[in-house]
């Protein structure tokens, strides 16, 4: 919580605290903007529980106020967005992910699972989704007239189905008959494997997720579905 106001400090222009987190707090970063994201973390650290939801609530209270005064051309310019140079709007899209993808570390670290129910689940995952023929093509190096279905079960089921010609991944009209591999995964899984949550090999040891058909290029799949950096 304390990062997801941090977040919405710096988006709505307020200044960084003047603070200097320990190397305690800065073991677990991995990158400069790691580090940079655990100074709003480590100046909260302090506060309490209820100070720390107060300051999310109002922090995002004044971004929800400064959303709804936007124009459709505010929403089309142009600015820098953690893919680069793009409308505002897909910017928009990109922080609707995030933020649900930390909400359900939350959800996960209290152990009260679900909203994946929400259309910000809908809007996550398809993001995630949207990579799958990429991924497959591209990462996984499938061959050309490779097909792929990703079965999705639970609350937010989806069957992807992909096929490969000429390098590319496209999405399918229609599921094949008889695919070069089947990964079937529930929607949780699927959600921290695409989100970087969950190590990739530790679920294909656990049973989580079932292949049939070509079990090396399915296992390659699953081990490169993270998009988030």
């Not at 003047?18 to 480590?42: C, F, K, M, W, Y």
């Not at 709007?89 to 996960?108: C, G, L």
Request: aromatic fraction near 4%.
């Amino acid at each position: 919580v304390s990062h997801l106001a941090g977040s919405e400090t710096g988006i709505l222009g307020d200044p960084d605290p003047d603070h200097t987190p320990g190397e305690e707090a800065l073991a677990h970063t991995r990158s400069e903007q790691g580090q940079r994201n655990e100074i709003v973390v480590d100046f909260r650290r302090p506060w309490a529980g209820a100070q720390v939801l107060s300051d999310f609530r109002a922090k995002t209270s004044r971004r929800v106020d400064f959303l709804r005064s936007r124009s459709d051309d505010d929403f089309a310019a142009e600015m820098q967005t953690p893919v680069g140079q793009a409308p505002m709007s897909e910017f928009i899209s990109i922080r609707i992910m995030d933020a649900w993808v930390h909400e359900q570390d939350i959800r996960r670290a209290v152990d009260r699972p679900g909203h994946y129910d929400s259309p910000a689940a809908a809007h996550a995952l398809n993001r995630v989704i949207r990579a799958m023929p990429f991924v497959a093509a591209r990462r996984a190096q499938a061959p050309d007239g490779a097909t792929v279905v990703i079965d999705i079960s639970g609350t937010a089921r989806r069957l992807i189905s992909i096929g490969v010609e000429g390098g590319r991944g496209r999405e399918l009209d229609q599921p094949p008959d008889a695919p070069t591999v089947r990964i079937s995964l529930d929607d949780e899984t699927f959600g921290c494997l695409g989100c970087g949550r969950w190590d990739p090999d530790e679920i294909l040891q656990s049973g989580k997720v079932s292949i049939e058909g070509d079990t090396a290029l399915g296992e390659s799949i699953v081990r490169q579905m993270n998009i988030m950096p």
